[in-house]
């Protein structure tokens, strides 16, 4: 989400509190709890159809002013946490009596090419890396790109690409995770194609699609239960597994929250705690892996405390970060103005 003219703002309150329900899957994910993996079946695809969804052509704009714009958003606070975490664990190094050189000779390879190779605290980096170069494809293929078909084919390609990647190409590495953007823009175009067909502001084909999702998703879950069916996603490590499954899933599942979000939008109080995680989501996805980190140098780390410190840590830091000098800029990848308008509850489109 970048910043647009005040013409272009758009109060769209469920979509803060899908990705406050979108972030809550990420941290559970990690923690470790029973069924925790099942949100691995959804989270990152619902995050590209969320950013799809709020894309908004401008041909107005150039495309490297797109480009300069979306790098404030998200190189500017990626290399902000990258930076600051790899103080902290070279700082961690020399803790425990190791040379401040240690940290950096055991991880540069990673910290300069990104993607997959990042984990630790680093771990979810890849996926801004990995958005930015998606959204950069995806604008440029709007701006060159006129006939629908054509677009829809070449989005297409880069699915069956991806997924052959995935199956014959395992050992493939990509810097910054860019070659899952071949998978991830299917979604980033299926979030476009949903606001752009109006099919979530129009009650009849709303009501159709959820029901739809839900009975597939239903179906899935008993015949997965009951060991018919298979699958499993892995996007940072481009497996895709399996075809057909590897698409529709995790389409339904975000539709079934995109339908909760909006029952969830017409109660004050969730509205309220869901909007602020929202709003947070990108602090949240930096931090909460390094929160705990620290935290587990103090006390034993379940599940239920990976959740609870991985969620209000990063919510504090965010609140801070709101309020100092830079701070919005480059935690937040926020200008001024951007902030302003999310202040008073206004979602921007791209």
Partial sequence: MGAGNDSELKRIDWVDILKGFGILSVVWGHSGGKNAFYMFWFHMPLFFLVSGY???????Q???AYLKKKA???????LFYLTSLTLMMVGISLWKGQPASYFLQQNWKALLLGGSLLE???????????LFSVQICFDYLCRKVPSGFLKAMFVAVCFILAYWESRYWEGSFVPWNVDVGLYALAFYALGY?????????RPTQRTIIFGLSLVISLGFIYLYSHQILDYGLDMKHRQYYYEGTNLILPLVFSLLLIKVSMIFSKFPLLEYGLVRLGRAAMVIMYLHLA??????????????RFFAVGVLFPL???????RVPYGKFLAL???????VAQKKGIVLHE
């Fill in 291 to 304: 929160s705990v980190y620290i935290v587990g140098q103090l006390v034993a780390i379940t599940p239920l």
């Fill in 72 to 78: 404030k958003h998200l190189l500017v606070p990626y």
């Fill in 54 to 60: 709020l894309y908004q052509f401008k041909p107005h």
């Fill in 193 to 201: 194609l949903i606001k752009q067909r109006q099919l979530m502001e």
């Fill in 333 to 339: 990848g926020e200008t001024e103005a951007g902030f």
């Fill in 120 to 130: 630790g605290v680093y771990a979810t980096f890849w996926f801004t890396t990995c």
């Fill in 316 to 322: 504090l830091f965010y609140s801070i970060a709101k």
């Fill in 62 to 64: 150039t495309a490297l």
